[in-house]
C-alpha cells in the first residue's frame, strides 16, 4: 500500500538526517552556524540547511515527481499528486542548546492540502533514538509497539503540552490561555517542539497539547501519528485542526480544554 510505502521511505530519511545532525551537534559553533530568521529569536543552524538538503535529495532520486516544501527553502511542485513536507530540525534552539528535545519531521501529504490528506507521518528524535511513524488508516508505531493515546478523562489529572510563538504579541495571548488552564490542569509542560510533543500525545506521556502559529510542516507528520493512536484533533473552535491553530488530545478531555483555550477576551479584541 502506498502509505506505508511512503512512511518507510521517510523513516529511513528522517533517521539519516537527524543522524547527521546529532553528529554534527558536537561540532557547533554558535559564532558562526547560527543565523535568525523571523526574529531575534527565531534561529536557524547549518544543521537545519544540511539536513533538508540531505532529504531533498533522496526525494530526488526516489521519489523524482513528488512536490517538496522545506522548513529552510527546499520547494518543488508536485507531478504525482504527492508532496513532501519536511521540517529538517523542529525545535532548533534545543538543539542549539544541547538540550534533547529536537526532532526531524517528515510527512507525506496528497494534493487536498488538508490535514486528513496526510498519507504518512514520521517524527525522529535522535537524542533519544525514538522513531514514530504513521501511514493513513494503518495505526502509529514506536519500534515494535503500536501507540495508544491516553484515556484519562479527567482534568484535574490532565499533563498538557503547549509552546510559544517567537512573536511577543502573541506569546501575550498564549499566557493569558496558559493562566486560565494552569489552575483546572495537573501541569504544562513545554519541551520546545511542536512534532516531539504531538507524538507523546501518541503515546500517552501527554495527555494534551495545543499550540498556535504553527506552519504545515510542523504538524503535518505528529498530527498523523497522534490522531491514528486514538487522539482527537480540532482548532480552538472546534473546526478542523489548522497550523494556525491546534488542539490534540485525549477523547474525552477535548470538549472540557476547548472550553478552556478557546477565543480569549484578549484575542476577541486583537481581531
Not at 526574529?39 to 532520486?61: F, G, N, P
Not at 490528506?117 to 504513521?134: D, I, K, Q, S
Not at 494556525?244 to 472550553?259: C, G, K, M
Request: charge should be negative; aromatic fraction near 6%; include cysteine.
Amino acid at each position: 500500500m502506498i502509505e506505508i510505502e511512503l512512511m518507510n521511505i521517510a523513516a529511513g530519511m528522517a533517521r539519516r538526517a537527524g543522524d547527521l545532525a546529532f553528529v554534527g551537534r558536537a561540532t557547533l559553533d554558535r559564532a558562526i552556524d547560527v543565523s535568525t530568521k523571523s526574529s531575534a529569536t527565531d534561529m536557524v543552524t547549518r544543521w537545519d540547511s544540511a539536513s533538508e538538503r540531505l532529504i531533498v535529495a533522496d526525494l530526488e532520486t526516489r521519489r523524482p515527481d513528488d512536490g517538496i516544501i522545506g522548513e529552510e527553502g527546499a520547494a518543488k511542485e508536485s507531478q504525482s499528486g504527492i508532496s513532501w513536507l519536511i521540517d529538517p530540525i523542529d525545535g532548533t534552539t534545543n538543539f542549539l542548546y544541547g538540550l534533547a528535545g529536537w526532532a526531524v519531521s517528515i510527512a507525506a501529504v496528497d494534493d487536498t492540502g488538508t490535514p486528513e490528506g496526510t498519507l504518512a507521518g514520521v517524527v525522529y528524535l535522535p537524542a533519544t533514538r525514538e522513531l514514530f511513524v504513521a501511514a493513513r488508516g494503518h495505526g502509529a508505531w514506536l519500534g515494535g509497539r503500536r501507540l495508544r493515546c491516553s484515556s484519562n478523562d479527567e482534568m484535574a489529572t490532565a499533563l498538557v503540552g503547549t509552546g510559544f510563538s517567537y512573536s511577543s504579541d502573541r506569546r501575550a495571548r498564549q499566557g493569558d490561555r496558559v493562566a486560565r488552564l494552569l489552575p483546572r490542569v495537573r501541569d504544562i509542560r513545554r519541551t520546545g517542539a511542536a512534532a516531539p510533543d504531538l507524538c507523546y500525545v501518541a503515546d500517552g506521556r501527554l495527555d494534551a497539547y495545543f499550540e498556535e502559529g504553527l506552519q504545515a510542516w510542523d504538524l503535518a507528520a505528529g498530527l498523523l501519528i497522534a490522531t491514528e493512536a486514538g487522539a482527537r484533533a480540532s482548532d480552538f473552535d472546534g473546526g478542523s485542526p489548522l497550523p494556525s491553530n491546534v488542539l490534540v488530545s485525549a477523547p474525552d478531555l477535548h470538549t472540557h480544554l476547548l472550553e478552556l483555550i478557546g477565543p480569549s477576551p484578549t484575542d476577541r479584541a486583537v481581531s
